[in-house]
């Protein structure tokens, strides 16, 4: 597995897991959340961007 892949898994094992989402924009929120709580407890920096549309 590459690294992204870890982390996703750990992410839908550790913070998502078991959670039920009414809509997309319930699991994005729930993803970034889940994100900078890993972050946070490992120390990491979170930044986020936007891509570009068009």
Do not use: C, T
């Amino acid at each position: 597995m590459n690294p992204i892949e870890l982390e996703w898994q750990h992410l839908k094992e550790d913070e998502i897991a078991g959670q039920m989402f009414e809509d997309e924009l319930d699991l994005a929120y729930a993803i970034m959340d889940g994100v900078d709580a890993r972050g946070q407890r490992n120390g990491h920096s979170v930044e986020r961007f936007r891509f570009k549309h068009g």
